[in-house]
């Protein structure tokens, strides 16, 4: 017996947050074919996450970063 959307989406949401991450990045993988790109954008994505956790990069805020980004173009 398969257990109903509905259910099943309230069990996800009471996750934590790297578990809820973690089966999003399994879902949208599971949408796209897995090219040699995707494969290469993901370990980029990882490395990139990794660097954060380790304390080796800061987060900017979204708002910051593309008030960023439109000084640089302007």
């Not at 959307?5 to 947050?17: I, K, N, Q, T």
Request: charged share 30%; net charge negative; hydrophobic share 50%.
């Amino acid at each position: 017996m398969t257990t109903p959307v509905h259910d099943l989406a309230a069990e996800v949401l009471d996750l934590p947050s790297e578990d809820r991450a973690r089966i999003l990045e399994l879902l949208i993988a599971s949408f796209e074919p897995k090219s040699d790109a995707q494969k290469a954008w993901m370990a980029l994505a990882a490395s990139r996450r990794q660097d954060v956790r380790d304390g080796k990069v800061a987060m900017v805020p979204g708002d910051e970063a593309l008030a960023r980004v439109r000084a640089r173009i302007a």
